[in-house]
């Protein structure tokens, strides 16, 4: 099946500081990614939709200037967390659907644990 | 709005059947998908139901109701490999595109 990739998969930051996070569909071609959140115990809560070449779409209560996202092609989309607090680690998960698979399914990434110190 | 409800935790035997239920309510209905996580991990995709009826999959199946908001999801002759989340998620069709929405999950621990 497809391959969604995410880089790092952990990462530590001290408060106050950006970090940034890429997702890459490894073997095929995504117009659409997705950013997702968990907190522990959790489920997954959408952040935000993530179109190639366009402003991402942003759900309601999330702050688009603090979590910038960039889908500048068709298999990268980089999640960017500024000025981060203790409050933003989680674990962060992005998914891309295969055009080729008739949008049916959707592929998620395997994650990447942000800790912010 | 959008609302899903599925059981938080639920126990098995291994080799045993379990049948884990999600309620939904939600506008511009385009799809049903099961995921399966384990601790730590990204989800794992099972199944999809976008008419109603079963899907059958190997040991899992999952079933459809779109007039009564309502799914299953089948998992036969549990493993204790089994024992994780399983996550119940919506497709809406809201603002020009797709998007999955997660129920909060079902902890299902299987015992020997």
């Known amino acids: 099946g497809a391959v969604v990739s995410q880089h790092p998969s952990w990462v530590i930051c001290k408060s106050g500081t950006s970090v940034k996070i890429e997702c890459r569909s490894l073997?095929?071609?995504?117009?659409?990614m997705f950013w997702y959140r968990q907190f522990p115990k959790q489920s997954l809560m959408l952040m935000a939709t993530s179109n190639e070449g366009s402003k991402a779409t942003y759900e309601q209560g999330v702050e688009k200037d603090k979590f910038l996202i960039n889908h500048a092609s068709l298999t990268l989309s980089t999640l960017t967390v500024t000025s981060a607090h203790p409050e933003d680690s989680s674990f962060y998960i992005c998914?891309?659907?295969?055009?080729?698979?008739?949008?049916?399914?959707?592929?998620f990434g395997p994650g990447t644990r942000l800790t912010v110190t | 709005g959008q609302n899903i409800d599925q059981p938080t935790e639920m126990t098995a035997t291994e080799g045993a059947i379990v049948q884990i239920n999600c309620t939904y309510q939600?506008?511009?209905?385009?799809?049903l998908f099961w995921y399966q996580q384990h601790a730590g991990e990204a989800p794992t995709f099972l199944s999809y139901?976008?008419?109603?009826g079963l899907e059958e999959k190997g040991r899992f199946s999952s079933f459809l109701s779109r007039s009564k908001g309502y799914s299953y999801l089948l998992l036969k002759e549990l493993q204790m490999k089994d024992s994780a989340s399983y996550l119940c998620a919506v497709r809406s069709f809201s603002g020009g595109y797709n998007k999955l929405i997660f129920g909060a999950g079902t902890r299902l621990a299987v015992h020997p």
């Open positions: 939600t506008s511009g209905f385009n799809g």
């Open positions: 139901n976008v008419l109603d």
């Open positions: 998914s891309a659907r295969d055009l080729r698979a008739g949008d049916a399914e959707q592929y």
């Open positions: 073997d095929f071609q995504a117009t659409t």
